[in-house]
C-alpha cells in the first residue's frame, strides 16, 4: 500500500524550520576580478602564530590517527596558563559547539535561554534547536543590562548568555555588574559569560570571569583560538565549567570534536607571546585612530573593547545609509559587516586590520559621506 503523500518526507522537528540559518561575514565581492580585504568576521588579520602553522603542517603525517579525545596536552597548556583545574575545562569545534553543547545538555522543549537584544545569534540558534524559547534584554546604549535581563529570568530559564566584551556592539560591563548579574541568578540558571574577545579589553574594572567562575556552580567561561590567536579555520574553543557541568557536557559531545593539527597548534599559539602582542598591539593601534577618524566624518563609532567598531549611521530622512555604504566599500574591495539579521539595519561593523586597510577605508567613507 503506498503510504500518504504527507508521510513520505521527512519532517524536521517543530520549530527547525523557523530558525533563521548564521548568516557569516562575506567574503566575495561581486565583481569576480577583485580580491577583496574581508573585514567582515573578526578575524586575525596577521593571520597566526608562525610556531602554530610549523605545528599544523607537520600534523598532516599522521591524519591516519585519530585524535586524543581527552585534549590532554591542550587541557593541560590550558590549565596552566590561566591556573584552572584540568578536569574543568571543556573543549569544542570553535566556542560556538560548547553553546550548543550546553544548550542540548540543560534545555528541555518549553524552557529558556535569556540573553541580550543585539546578542550573539548562535546562543539563540541552539537554544531554539532544542526547542526552548529565546528571551531578549533591551540593551539600551547597545550594552548588556544587567536588570533587563534578570528581569527576563523565570522558573524555566535555564542558561543565560552574553559575551563580554559583546558582538557586534564591542561594549562591555565590569566586574561589578558581571557580579551583580551572577547574584541575581538562581543557583540552577548557568551564566555563560562568552570571552572570545576578552584578550583585547585592558580596561580598569574588567575581567574575563574566570576569577568569579573558580568559586561559583553555575558559571561558564568560554574562550576562543579564533580571534587573538588567529586559528578561526581551526576551530578550537574551550569552556571553564564547575566539574558536573563538565562532566555533562563531556558525556554527549562528539568523541572527538577536535581534529590532532587543531589540538597541537592551539598549544603552539598559547605559547607564541609574541604573536599575541602584535595581534593585540595592532587592534590597540588602530582602534582608536578609526573611531577617530569616523567621527571626524560625521559617523557615531560605538566605543569598542574588541578587535572591531560598530558604525553608526545618521538617521536622517535625506541620509547616507549603512547598507549604502556597505555596497560602496563592497565595490572597492573592502568587505566589512552590515547587520540587519542583528536589528541594527543602520550600523556597520568593521574588523580592524592593517594600517593600510583602516586608512584606505576611512578615506572610502570620507567620500561616501560626502557624496
Ligand atoms: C561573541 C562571540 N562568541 C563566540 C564566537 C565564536 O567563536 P568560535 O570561532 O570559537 O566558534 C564569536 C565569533 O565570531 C563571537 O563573536
Same mark, same amino acid.
Given at each position: ?18 530558525? /533563521?540559518?548564521? &548568516? ?12 577583496? &580585504? ?12 608562525? =610556531?602554530?602553522?610549523? &605545528?599544523?603542517?607537520? *600534523?598532516?603525517?599522521?591524519? +591516519? #590517527? ?5 585534549? !590532554? ?26 553553546f550548543?553543547?550546553l544548550n /542540548? ?6 524552557? +529558556?535561554i535569556v540573553m541580550g537584544?543585539?546578542g550573539f545569534?548562535a546562543y539563540a540558534?541552539g537554544a531554539? =534547536?532544542?526547542? =526552548?524559547?529565546v528571551r531578549?534584554a533591551?540593551?539600551?546604549? %547597545?550594552?548588556t @543590562?544587567?536588570?533587563?535581563m ?9 542558561i543565560v548568555f552574553f559575551a563580554?566584551?559583546s ?14 548579574? @551572577? !547574584? ?6 548557568i551564566l555563560v559569560i562568552d570571552?572570545?574577545? =576578552? ?9 574575563? *570571569? ?10 561558564v567561561?568560554t ?29 554527549? #559531545?562528539?568523541?572527538? +570534536?577536535? +581534529? ?31 573611531? /577617530? /577618524?569616523?567621527?571626524?566624518? *560625521? ?16 538617521? $536622517?530622512?535625506?541620509?547616507?545609509? $549603512? ?33 593600510? @586597510? ?6 572610502? %567613507? ?6
Amino acid at each position: 500500500m503506498t503510504p500518504p503523500a504527507s508521510k513520505t518526507a521527512p519532517r524536521a522537528k517543530s520549530g527547525i524550520l523557523d530558525i /533563521q540559518a548564521y &548568516v557569516p561575514g562575506k567574503s566575495k565581492a561581486a565583481d569576480p576580478t577583485l580580491v577583496p &580585504v574581508k573585514l567582515s568576521s573578526n578575524e586575525n588579520i596577521l593571520g597566526c602564530s608562525p =610556531a602554530a602553522l610549523a &605545528v599544523y603542517q607537520a *600534523g598532516a603525517d599522521h591524519l +591516519n #590517527r585519530y585524535p586524543d579525545s581527552t585534549n !590532554a596536552d591542550l587541557r593541560q597548556a590550558i590549565a596552566d596558563r590561566y591556573r584552572l583545574e584540568p578536569e574543568r575545562l571543556v573543549f569544542g569545534c570553535g566556542s560556538d559547539e560548547i553553546f550548543a553543547l550546553l544548550n /542540548q545538555v540543560y534545555l528541555e522543549p518549553g524552557d +529558556n535561554i535569556v540573553m541580550g537584544q543585539y546578542g550573539f545569534t548562535a546562543y539563540a540558534i541552539g537554544a531554539r =534547536a532544542c526547542q =526552548a524559547q529565546v528571551r531578549y534584554a533591551d540593551e539600551p546604549q %547597545l550594552r548588556t @543590562h544587567v536588570d533587563n535581563m534578570l528581569a527576563l529570568v523565570d522558573e524555566r530559564t535555564r542558561i543565560v548568555f552574553f559575551a563580554n566584551p559583546s558582538n557586534p556592539t564591542g561594549t562591555i560591563i565590569d566586574d561589578a555588574e558581571v557580579a551583580r548579574l @551572577h !547574584a541575581g541568578l538562581p543557583g540552577d540558571v548557568i551564566l555563560v559569560i562568552d570571552g572570545a574577545y =576578552a584578550e583585547f579589553c585592558t580596561e580598569r574594572g574588567f575581567s574575563d *570571569g574566570l576569577d568569579l567562575a573558580r568559586t561559583a556552580g553555575n558559571i561558564v567561561v568560554t574562550r576562543t583560538f579564533s580571534k587573538l590567536h588567529g586559528l578561526e579555520g581551526l576551530r578550537v574553543g574551550w569552556g571553564y565549567c564547575p566539574e558536573p557541568v563538565a562532566a555533562a557536557v563531556d558525556r554527549i #559531545r562528539l568523541p572527538f +570534536n577536535v +581534529n590532532i593539527p587543531a589540538q597541537e597548534a592551539a598549544i603552539a599559539a598559547l605559547a607564541d607571546q609574541d604573536f599575541q602582542e602584535r595581534s593585540l598591539q595592532l587592534v590597540q593601534t588602530w582602534r582608536p585612530w578609526l573611531i /577617530q /577618524q569616523l567621527g571626524g566624518i *560625521g559617523l557615531e563609532v560605538i566605543p569598542s573593547h574588541a578587535n572591531f567598531v560598530l558604525v553608526a549611521f545618521p538617521q $536622517a530622512p535625506d541620509r547616507r545609509t $549603512a547598507a549604502a555604504a556597505e555596497a560602496y566599500l563592497a565595490e572597492r574591495g573592502w568587505l566589512v559587516r552590515g547587520l540587519k539579521n542583528y536589528g541594527l539595519p543602520d550600523h556597520l561593523r568593521v574588523t580592524i586590520g592593517l594600517e593600510q @586597510h583602516m586608512r584606505a577605508v576611512a578615506e572610502a %567613507l570620507a567620500a561616501f559621506m560626502k557624496g
